[in-house]
C-alpha cells in the first residue's frame, strides 16, 4: 500500500517571500502520478500541480514548481513570490495507473501574512 | 464550464434520519468519489465508481451506500446519521479522454447532524 507524509503540519510566510512544502511517499510502483492539491478556507479544492514519475524534468505552473525526487521518493512544492490567496490546506496525493484512485497526506496549512 | 457540482451546500439531519447527498458532473469522467472531511484533516474515501463498478473501502461503515444511475449523477446515502457522520462530504472525478489521474473537486456538502 502507498503511503504519503507531510512532515509539516503548519507553515507561515510572508507576502512575496518563498516557501517550501514538504512531501514523501513510499510505494513499490515504478509508474505513478504525484498531485499538489489547494484547499483554501471554506472554498473548493484544485489541483495546483501534477507531476508524472517518468519524466524526470520537474513541472512547474506559473509560481508554484516542484521538486520531484523518484530515488528519495520526495516531492516538494515550492511557491514563489507569495499571495494572500495562497493561504490554504495544502494536500501532497499520489495515484497509481490503476482506477486513479489517489491517497492523500495529512496536509499543510499554509499561511500568506501581510 | 465542465464542472462536479453538489446539492445541497448545507444539510442538517437529524440523529438517525436517513440522508441523500447528490453529485452531478459535466465533465464526463468515468470515476466518482466520494470522501468524507473532518475539520482539518486529509479527506478519508469512503468509495468510488470506476463506470459502473463500486468499490468500497474496507473501513467505510455499511450505514453508508452509494448508487450511480448513470455517469453523470452518484449519490450518497447515510441510512442512520450519527453524530459522529457530521463533516464535509466531498464527490470528485477523475478520467475522461486524456485521463492524467487529477481528481476535479465539487464544492462539498456540510452535514450536520442534531
Known amino acids: 500500500a502507498q503511503t504519503v507524509t507531510q512532515s509539516q503540519p503548519e507553515m507561515s510566510v510572508q507576502e512575496a517571500e518563498t516557501v517550501t512544502l514538504s512531501c514523501t511517499y513510499d510505494t513499490s510502483e515504478s509508474n505513478y502520478y504525484l498531485f499538489w492539491y489547494k484547499q483554501p478556507p471554506s472554498r473548493q479544492m484544485i489541483l495546483v500541480i501534477r507531476q508524472e514519475a517518468y519524466k524526470q524534468q520537474n513541472a512547474t505552473e506559473n509560481r508554484f514548481s516542484v521538486n520531484f525526487q523518484k530515488a528519495a521518493k520526495s516531492f516538494s512544492l515550492k511557491i514563489s513570490d507569495s499571495q494572500l490567496g495562497d493561504t490554504a490546506m495544502y494536500f501532497c496525493a499520489f495515484s497509481n495507473t490503476n482506477a486513479g484512485k489517489s491517497t492523500f497526506g495529512d496536509g499543510t496549512t499554509l499561511t500568506v501574512k501581510p | 464550464d465542465a464542472m462536479v457540482i453538489q446539492n445541497p451546500r448545507y444539510q442538517v439531519t437529524q440523529f438517525g434520519k436517513p440522508v441523500t447527498l447528490s453529485c452531478s458532473q459535466t465533465l464526463n469522467h468515468n470515476v466518482m468519489y466520494w470522501y468524507q472531511q473532518k475539520s482539518s484533516q486529509a479527506p478519508k474515501l469512503l468509495f468510488h465508481?470506476?463506470?459502473?463498478?463500486?468499490?468500497n473501502e474496507a473501513d467505510t461503515p455499511d450505514n453508508f451506500q452509494s448508487r450511480r444511475p448513470n455517469t453523470s449523477f452518484c449519490f450518497l446515502d447515510i441510512r442512520s446519521p450519527g453524530l459522529g457522520d457530521a463533516a464535509m462530504y466531498l464527490c470528485?472525478?477523475?478520467?475522461?479522454?486524456?485521463?492524467?489521474?487529477?481528481?476535479?473537486f465539487g464544492p462539498g456538502t456540510r452535514l450536520t447532524v442534531t
Open positions: 470528485a472525478t477523475s478520467g475522461g479522454a486524456s485521463a492524467t489521474y487529477e481528481q476535479y
Open positions: 465508481y470506476y463506470d459502473k463498478d463500486f468499490n
